[in-house]
């Protein structure tokens, strides 16, 4: 008597299984979107102009998670560390350069860090100089590495980096020089203004022959200060490239700078690397990320927000911006 042999498959409890799994995905699916959605939206409700752009990074151009205006060039304030950052790593993977040399500290500006009220020649390594400008953002720091690698190398790799207008970071002002124009003589800010980037070069020695003591400091205690004119304006999108490059080309050194300070607190429950370099004055914030997930995959993210008419509530952005963030820790 012959037996009919019923085909292998699921079955009716196993195909239930299946699809009870696959609501189970396409709900947390939805969900993720909705978070970003609502990320995104809470970002995109803040006055002035915001550009964001999050995105998983591989061996080609990274690949957007989550955009708003990517491309849209903005005031970054001390993000712009970033380029000088990628200058010295470029100088030490060639050997030009060590972590290790020490170098006399021979530029002097005003907070944020420290530096400026050290001794003029104070020795210090290109690894503490380097380490003090991205986690404490230290501007004298900056400025003695801007002139140590030099202002034209540090425009000539922008492209290289991913920057897609450089023209807007020429000439590439120190910090020194930028509170100068922006809490100085009026007349010279009003003529960098209007002058194009031969006439911005020649300003330059000009603005150099000048005190730091005819700085207003109260001017940065109201409304934003020539935040459209006298800046370093990058776009999220060319930031998250930068970063992007530091991480292949860069070395394990580069790495653990920018990981000193993590920018957010709790970023490490969702993952096992946090890299970050923000910026901010009146009327401008950037925050910016480098950042491994726990699976090992690699992501950045830059957040952008301008508005020259009004100081800004960092906490709305920081909210959203730690939201965003989470959500993206979740794959």
């Known amino acids: 008597m012959s037996r009919r042999v019923r085909a292998a498959g699921p079955g009716r409890m196993g195909v239930l299984r299946l699809l009870l799994a696959l609501l189970v995905l396409l709900g947390a699916a939805q969900a993720k979107a909705e978070g970003l959605d609502e990320a995104l939206g809470a970002l995109a409700g803040l006055p002035g102009e915001v550009s964001v752009f999050a995105a998983r990074l591989g061996r080609g151009e990274p690949e957007a998670l989550a ?32 972590w290790t040399d020490v170098v006399p500290l021979t530029r002097r500006s005003l907070p944020s860090g420290f530096l400026q009220s050290w001794p003029s020649g104070s020795p210090l390594t290109l690894h503490s100089l380097a380490a003090l400008m991205i986690s404490q953002s230290d501007n004298s720091a900056a400025d003695t590495l801007l002139a140590l690698v030099g202002r034209e190398k540090v425009e000539a790799l922008l492209p290289r980096l991913g920057v897609r207008a450089p023209g807007r970071l020429r000439p590439f002002l120190s910090t020194r020089e930028a509170f100068l124009l922006k809490a100085g ?62 991480r292949r080309s860069g070395d394990a050194t580069a790495l653990a700078l920018l990981a000193i300070n993590p920018g957010l607190p709790d970023l490490g429950r969702g993952y096992d690397y946090v890299g970050y370099k923000g910026g901010s004055e009146g009327g401008v914030l950037n925050l910016s990320f480098l950042l491994r997930r726990k699976d090992g995959t690699w992501l950045a993210a830059s957040i952008g927000w301008n508005d020259p008419a009004a100081r800004l509530d960092e906490g709305r952005m920081v909210a959203a911006t730690s939201r965003l963030l989470a959500f993206l820790a979740d794959g």
């Open 67 to 98: 955009a708003r205006a990517p491309d849209r060039p903005l005031a970054v304030g001390s993000t712009f560390k970033l380029f000088i950052l990628a200058e010295l790593v470029r100088e030490v993977k060639t050997g030009e350069r060590r």
């Open 185 to 246: 003589d009026p007349a010279l800010r009003g003529r960098w203004a209007a002058a194009g980037e031969a006439g911005r070069r020649a300003l330059l020695a000009e603005i150099g022959g000048r005190s730091l003591e005819s700085v207003d400091p109260k001017l940065f205690a109201g409304p934003p200060a020539s935040i459209d004119s006298v800046e370093w304006f990058a776009s999220t999108a060319d930031v998250v490239r930068t970063l992007d490059w530091l």
